[in-house]
Each structure stands twice: as structure tokens, then as C-alpha cells.
């Protein structure tokens, strides 16, 4: 997806929008990337295409070419779309408030947005709200009792993404898997159940049928929120050398 008439050499976020012109269709790039939106809410990100933008809008293909040079620049627009309801979480009562509310806001827009969750962890988000989601989560975490440096700061901020980034990619995989499968969790349980008792009752997986067995059965939410405080609980207590 080139083009002549831009250059790359402006990010998407620093140039101006084209001049309006007289046209059946006024377009703009929020249009473009909440259209956008919604095709890869549909198709996935492997059925976004130019093709099909331009025919929700109601324009020819080449026309989004003056908004946008290529296609991770259409990425790059959607995915900070989304991150502008990330960044309604705001700053709450304290540090780890703020970092609960964006954990939980990031996880609710995964499960909206699926494809979301592909793009996290890959490129840079650099867009002006996924630079304030990054701001807010950076200065909250700065004033956990346990982060005394930039070095700490820097551990924190990268433990706690890579967290939300597994945590979510695994989510929405078993997610989609239920769904090409026609299986849900229960079902599945109770199709592999009696295989793993009889595994479990060899005995050569103690720690494993503990977990099973004793460990507490939770929703993928309560589940996410469980182990996201027990991340910051480690963010909050210094290291001892």
C-alpha cells in the first residue's frame, strides 16, 4: 500500500489533513480508522483491506491513499482509536488505582477489539493517546513505595506490560479457539476430565493436581485482576539486595 503523493518521512499524528475538497463522501482519518474498526471487528486483522474500507465508506480505494501511506499507518490510527477509551481511566485516588483502572480498561478493549490483542507488544505505540496511556501508566507506577529509580521504574513498567500482553493474548486465543471449535471451557473439561484424573491420580504430578484440585476456580476476570495485584505487590515491596 504506497503511494507517491506522501511522504513517510512525517508520522501520521504530525501531518495535517489533506484540504477539503468538494466530494460526494467527506473523509477525514478518524473516519477512516473507526471504519476501519469495525472491518477488522468483523473480518480480523487478515480481512482488513484498503478494498474494503473504501466500499464501507463509499469511495474508491485510491482516495484513502491521501490519508494514509501504507497500512501500518491504518494500524497505527486504529490502534490509537482504541487506546483513546484506555485513556478515560484518567488518574484515580493513587498509583495503583490508576494502573488497576488502565489494566482493566486495556483488557475490556482486547475483548471488544480481538485483533487489538495482535498488536500489542509488536511495533511501538507512538500515538499522541497511547503516549498518554503510556504517561499516566509510567507516572502512576513511579510512585509505588518499591520504584526509587529510573532502573526500577523501567523493570516495573516492562513486568507489568508484559503481563497484560500475555495475559490478554491468552484470553482472546481461547476465545477465538471456543468459537472455531464450537467448544466452550465446560465442554472441554468434561471431554478431557476423566483422562486428567487418571493422570493426576499416578501421582507423578503432585504439584500439578494441587492446582487442580485446590487451587481456586475463577472467571478470566477475576482471574486477570488476581494476578494482576499480585504484580504490583511485587512492584511494591523493595528487593532486599
Known amino acids: 500500500m504506497n503511494t507517491p503523493y ?4 512525517e508520522p ?3 501531518r495535517p489533513e489533506p484540504r477539503t475538497r468538494a466530494a460526494p463522501v467527506p473523509l477525514n482519518r478518524e473516519r477512516i480508522a473507526a471504519t476501519a474498526i ?5 473480518y480480523g486483522l487478515d480481512g482488513l483491506s484498503v478494498r474494503k474500507i473504501a466500499k464501507e465508506l463509499g469511495v474508491g480505494p485510491m482516495r484513502l ?5 501504507n497500512r501500518s499507518e491504518l494500524l497505527d490510527l486504529m490502534v490509537d482509536a482504541v487506546y483513546a477509551r484506555i485513556a478515560e481511566a484518567g488518574r484515580q485516588s493513587d498509583w495503583r488505582a490508576t494502573v488497576l483502572a488502565i489494566a482493566h480498561l486495556t483488557r475490556v478493549a482486547a475483548l471488544e477489539h480481538e485483533w487489538f490483542s495482535d498488536l500489542l507488544g509488536g511495533r511501538p ?3 499522541p493517546n497511547a503516549l498518554a496511556v503510556g504517561e499516566s501508566t509510567a507516572a502512576a507506577l513511579s ?5 526509587r529509580d ?4 523501567q523493570r516495573a513498567v516492562g513486568t507489568l506490560n508484559a503481563f497484560i500482553i500475555g495475559a490478554l493474548r491468552r484470553e482472546v486465543t481461547e476465545r477465538r479457539t471456543a468459537r472455531s471449535t464450537g467448544t466452550d471451557e465446560r465442554a472441554w473439561q468434561a ?3 476423566p483422562y486428567l484424573t487418571r493422570q493426576l491420580e499416578t501421582g507423578k504430578y503432585p504439584t500439578i493436581a494441587r492446582l487442580v484440585i485446590d487451587g481456586a476456580h475463577l472467571n478470566a476476570e477475576e482471574n486477570f485482576h488476581r494476578n494482576l495485584t499480585t504484580i504490583l505487590d511485587g512492584i511494591t515491596s523493595r528487593p532486599s539486595t
Open 6 to 9: 506522501l511522504s513517510e518521512a
Open 12 to 14: 501520521v499524528w504530525e
Open 38 to 42: 469495525r472491518v477488522a471487528d468483523e
Open 65 to 69: 491513499y491521501a490519508y494514509v501511506v
Open 125 to 127: 505505540h507512538l500515538g
Open 143 to 147: 510512585q509505588a513505595p518499591g520504584v
Open 150 to 153: 529510573v532502573a526500577d521504574l
Open 191 to 193: 471431554s478431557l476430565g
